[in-house]
């Protein structure tokens, strides 16, 4: 009888791990896009259910956390040693379009703030003005320039120009800048940068350019950098 009743239970018995994977990969996947754990699951319990349907993924998570040449680890850092610094380059830029390399600026903030791996992102406060990763080269910059003023000529009829039609976002000597706000399309208005060792993760050939799309302006760059320290 004994024997009997046993192999009755057992398709429940398996129906019921079944469901409970079921269950525990459908809160693994809210826990990933969320970043929270409920605290109404057990920790012992999750560990054990998450090895059950396959624990690589979270081995691999926990390695990419690693830096690249593994000089810091998610373990070796305590969580209070986060760091976070803000600043704000101004300046006074020439009739556009016109390249600012400011990337040494920058790479001062970066090196103020400690953080020996994380990132840097560098934003530009303005709708006519851009930040860009470019090379340093004066005769690709007068290319660039002649590609912005072909995408974006200020020869030609824009609407944001009609002030007889223009209600909106009007100030006093508002200027007729429809082409720079079209070029800044091509462009961008932040770059973020990887922050390996101190220092900007940049290539041989690559500088943080402000571009001016405008008149000549004041202008307001934020840069923000995140992580924690190391060498």
């Not at 079921?22 to 896009?33: A, D, E, G, L």
């Not at 699951?41 to 690693?66: D, E």
């Not at 953080?115 to 560098?122: C, I, L, N, T």
């Not at 020869?155 to 429809?178: C, K, W």
Request: charged residues 25%; negative net charge; proline residues 4%.
């Amino acid at each position: 009888m004994t024997h009997e009743v046993t192999n009755a239970r057992r398709p429940a018995i398996r129906c019921g791990l079944r469901e409970q994977r079921r269950t525990v990969f459908r809160y693994i996947q809210t826990w990933r896009s969320s970043g929270m754990l409920q605290p109404t699951l057990r920790s012992s319990f999750f560990i054990r259910s998450s090895r059950s349907l396959g624990n690589q993924r979270g081995m691999a998570n926990a390695t990419a956390l690693r830096s690249v040449n593994g000089a810091v680890s998610n373990s070796e850092v305590p969580a209070n040693a986060f760091r976070h610094i803000h600043d704000e380059l101004r300046y006074r830029t020439e009739d556009g379009p016109s390249f600012r390399d400011i990337t040494e600026e920058v790479r001062e903030i970066v090196h103020r703030s400690g953080v020996g791996f994380g990132q840097v992102s560098v934003f530009s406060q303005h709708t006519t003005a851009a930040i860009i990763l470019q090379e340093h080269e004066p005769l690709l910059l007068d290319d660039l320039r002649d590609r912005l003023i072909a995408w974006g000529p200020p020869e030609i009829y824009y609407r944001h120009n009609d002030f007889e039609i223009r209600t909106v976002n009007m100030h006093e000597n508002e200027p007729e800048n429809g082409h720079s706000h079209v070029q800044h399309m091509m462009l961008g208005t932040s770059e973020t940068i990887p922050v390996l060792s101190g220092d900007l993760h940049i290539g041989e050939f690559q500088s943080i350019f402000l571009v001016e799309l405008d008149e000549s302006r004041d202008r307001r760059v934020s840069v923000t950098v995140l992580g924690v320290p190391g060498e």
